[in-house]
């Protein structure tokens, strides 16, 4: 039997699983918590526990896949190399919005037909680099319609190289989407995440030929295929999202269903996407990170901030809410301050600071209060004012800390709630209770009866966001409005005292996975109408994703219709090709794209490869409303499995 490990780093955990590669059965796994200030503890830490299981023989290990939340979390908190932007044959007023620590622009670059718009400005492009090679530790080049003809952004990174031997990124290799600023974006975040991607996946290799696993590596994508490593270390931006992504692949895998709809609960979030034929849906529009706008292809999964550890506390009519706020669970927080349970009930206060992640890259007030906080191990607003009376704005500035991922706030969770209801025991149980006994004080209800209605309030939530999701799905996405809202609680089976019911039938069963799944989700039988599959090995659905997915590539080919009745196909490689019929058009289209794509998925290491390519026609009424041919879309995508061996 042939061994697939698969390992996904998570905010939380990071999971290891072993699979068998023949049938995709999950043999064992092992969670260990994740350690931010270097991933590969955790990871090595759970891959250690996981072979001593049944003391697996690693020769037999033929593949290991990876996902880790690194990408999307490095842009979410601006970190990673600093990058120099040089735009071609193009401008823009508002640099901010590329992301870049310095632009420049130079004459050069395209039309939409592949002819050039300038001569490309060597002497611009000399002096540029010269005067920032000091500053950066990246270059972009983006060129106006370099998809179509990218022969500026090839000569400009040849030059760079040879001045600097910097990295240096062509916008057209990332995406063959139009949009000359969601395509520089995307190549920005990609030059950023160069060097901690690199860092990451050498300390990886080391890991495990430490571990002696010497398997062929493969990286997860957030539009759920996988690439080799060497092509995660140049292109780390199409790690963004792979989380979400291997979970939800994992949730197929792992239940069986190639159609389903998977709800991954983690502590953070839960996610939400669709799975046909066993490949998710992908987005129609690129990646979108922290306000960026991006060409990266990914899942179209539906984020909401509901988790273990989302925060539960009251709205303004004394109503119980849930999230989106992310705080430490007081179980967890009462581990490492034994004195919480007496400090809840002293304080009558559950939200307390303490130390996360490294002081790293803090100075002046910020570090003081890091440095003040570690030091009393558990404080609140109070205890930080009359310790440092000399800061202003004391409040204010632990709070920006808490949003900068350097200090966690407690509070009291649903992982708390889960813990006094006996359904898993997690860290210390007093410090839970002591939490909803503050709640719940000068009011007559019981522990009890208060963790039931969270429990019920949770499992509320999760139906009406399933309920979003399939509505959105069919008519585009729901206003948030008080209407709105009502009517998704009608058809989430939350009882309604009017005269009518909506009892909705989904189409598919919902496969629920992540730790809270098994707790909350055989409830959503009654309220939605669908069968609920919990599969076994959820709690590491990510892990089992990431080994079991395929490589796919894909790629489409437009044909034009041109003024004299011909047909034009345009090529990403900058030649166009016209014919006189459109069937002519289409089967060398269909040729040209099927070749590309084998030939694309063949270097990326896949076996057993598999054809398929799809025509549509794009048509509009002119005025008279008499019905045209716009342009015709030629998509291939070939999909095999990774191949195994070694790297």
């Known amino acids: 039997m042939e061994l697939g490990l698969g390992i996904d780093t998570g905010g939380t955990y990071t999971d290891a699983a072993m699979v068998d590669l023949g049938t995709k059965r999950l043999i064992a796994w092992s969670k260990s918590p994740t350690t931010p200030q270097d991933l590969t503890i955790g990871i090595e830490n759970s891959v250690r526990s996981l072979l001593k299981k049944q003391s697996f023989d690693t020769a037999r290990i033929k593949l290991v896949g990876l996902s880790t939340t690194l990408a999307t979390n490095s842009v979410l908190e601006s970190r990673g190399g600093r990058v120099c932007l040089i735009g071609i044959g193009w401008d823009t007023e508002d640099v901010d919005a590329l992301g870049a620590e310095r632009c420049a622009f130079i004459k050069g670059g395209h039309d939409s037909k592949g002819r050039e718009l300038d001569a490309l400005d060597l002497k611009g492009l000399r002096e540029t680099v010269e005067t920032v090679r000091d500053e950066v530790d990246a270059f972009v080049v983006s060129s106006m319609f370099s998809v179509y003809q990218p022969s500026h952004e090839d000569r400009a990174r040849h030059l760079i190289r040879e001045l600097t031997g910097m990295p240096v990124v062509a916008a057209y290799e990332l995406s063959g989407e139009l949009g000359v600023v969601e395509r520089s974006v995307t190549a920005v975040l990609n030059a950023r995440l160069l060097p901690v991607i690199s860092d990451f996946l050498d300390r990886i290799e080391s890991s495990l030929r430490a571990l002696h696993v010497v398997a062929n590596i493969v990286v997860l994508k957030g539009d759920g295929n996988v690439m080799p490593v060497r092509s995660a270390r140049e292109r780390p931006v199409e790690t963004i ?107 009558r206060r559950t939200d307390f600071f303490v130390t996360a992640r490294g002081p790293e890259r803090l100075s002046g007030n910020k570090l003081q209060i890091y440095q003040k906080v570690e030091e009393m191990g558990l404080c609140d607003e109070e205890d930080l004012r009359s310790a440092l009376p000399d800061i202003y704005l004391v409040r ?14 407690t509070g009291l969770t649903p992982t708390d709630i889960f813990n006094l209801e006996g359904l898993y025991r997690i860290g210390d149980a007093a410090s839970s209770r002591a939490g909803v006994e503050h709640y719940l004080e000068g009011t007559r209800m019981t522990v009890e009866a208060y963790c039931a209605r969270v429990m019920h309030r949770m499992v509320g939530r999760l139906a009406e966001e399933v309920v979003r999701k399939v509505v959105a799905e069919e008519i585009g996405d729901l206003p948030r409005d008080a209407t709105v809202d009502r009517l998704v609680q009608l058809m989430a089976g939350e009882r309604s005292s009017g005269s009518f019911r909506i009892d909705l039938r989904l189409d598919r069963p919902i496969v629920g996975i992540g730790g809270p799944a098994r707790l909350l989700m055989p409830s959503l039988r009654e309220l939605l109408g669908a069968e609920v599959v919990i599969p076994e090995g959820g709690p590491v659905g990510n892990a089992v994703g990431a080994v079991c997915s395929r490589i796919s590539e894909s790629l489409t080919l437009r044909i034009q219709t041109l003024s004299d009745g011909q047909f034009q196909m345009v090529t990403p490689w900058g030649d166009a090709q016209d014919f006189r019929r459109a069937e002519d058009a289409v089967k060398r289209a269909r040729e040209l794209a099927e070749e590309h794509v084998w030939g694309k998925a063949d270097r990326a290491g896949a076996v057993d490869i598999t054809l398929r390519s799809d025509v549509r026609e794009v048509r509009f009424k002119d005025q008279k409303g008499v019905d045209h041919l716009n342009w015709i879309e030629v998509t291939a995508r070939a999909t095999g499995e990774p191949g195994q061996g070694h790297h």
């Open 241 to 347: 999202l792979s989380g979400p992504a291997a979970s939800l692949l994992g949730g197929s895998r792992l239940s069986g269903l190639d159609n389903c709809l998977v709800v991954d609960m983690g502590g953070t979030s839960t996610d939400i996407a669709y799975i046909d034929n066993g490949f998710p849906r992908i987005g129609r529009e690129g990646a979108q990170l922290g306000g960026w706008r991006t060409r990266v292809r990914s899942i179209d999964a539906t984020t909401v901030g509901l988790g273990g550890d989302s925060e539960i506390g009251s709205d303004l009519h004394g109503d119980l809410m849930i999230g989106p706020a992310r705080v430490l669970p007081l179980a967890l927080a009462g581990e490492l301050a034994k004195n919480l349970p007496r400090a809840i009930m002293e304080r």
């Open 396 to 409: 204010e500035t632990a709070r920006e800390l808490v949003r900068s991922g350097n200090l966690l706030r």
